[in-house]
T-cell receptor, first 106, second 112 residues
């Protein structure tokens, strides 16, 4: 079945720095790659997604890049703020990555 | 803005009891999903439902689980005989393809 590997499992950055989280997937036919943010006790919320016909998508401080050849996609958060602290999940089809705990230190 | 809703927010049950978790998807959505998340772990897919039948299910979704859309609005997950390891947060989601999945707030199931 589909497998999604996500790294790192935890990430601590200083406020204002950038954060990058990477996921690799196994199904070469995949065409939709979402990223979710989950705060403690809350539901996963979509923050950005990308489809296979583009290589990069940006929304203010958040961007996602996709490399279909290498089968990986990455989340980039620039100018991190304390409120970015949460667990971030990538997903491919119905399979979620293991999650990355992002801590932004002020 | 329309939202997926779930009831109850917290369900406590004894091992071996049946539970039904309820979801009301967004009204014009076509695909419905159940996921679970054990505390501190990742979100795991259980089942997807389309056109009044299961379209996909995971290995977790064994004979103890069933789903139903009893009317035009509710989507339910039944666990026939709960086990301790069924304790988790259960999320319902819905989508109008090819757009994003919208998640409900979750039901925390505690099996004692």
């Amino acid at each position: 079945g589909e497998n999604v590997e996500q790294h790192p499992s935890t990430l601590s950055v200083q406020e204002g720095d950038s954060a990058v989280i990477k996921c690799t997937y196994s199904d070469s036919a995949s065409n939709y790659f979402p990223w979710y943010k989950q705060e403690l006790g809350k539901r996963p919320q979509l923050i950005i997604d990308i489809r296979s016909n583009v290589g990069e998508k940006k929304d203010q401080r958040i961007a996602v890049t996709l490399n279909k050849t290498a089968k990986h996609f990455s989340l980039h958060i620039t100018e991190t703020q304390p409120e970015d602290s949460a667990v971030y999940f990538c997903a491919n089809k119905l399979v979620f990555g293991a999650g990355t705990i992002l801590r932004v230190k002020s | 803005e329309p939202e997926v809703t779930q009831t109850p927010s917290h369900q406590v049950t004894q091992m071996g009891q049946e539970v039904i978790l309820r979801c009301v998807p967004i009204s014009n959505h076509l695909y419905f999903y159940w996921y679970r998340q054990i505390l501190g772990q990742k979100v795991e897919f259980l089942v997807s439902f389309y056109n009044n039948e299961i379209s996909e299910k995971s290995e977790i979704f064994d004979d103890q689980f069933s789903v139903e859309r009893p009317d035009g609005s509710n989507f339910t997950l039944k666990i026939r005989s709960t086990k301790l390891e069924d304790s988790a947060m259960y999320f319902c989601a819905s989508t109008y393809p090819p757009n994003e999945q919208f998640f409900g707030p979750g039901t925390r199931l505690t099996v004692l």
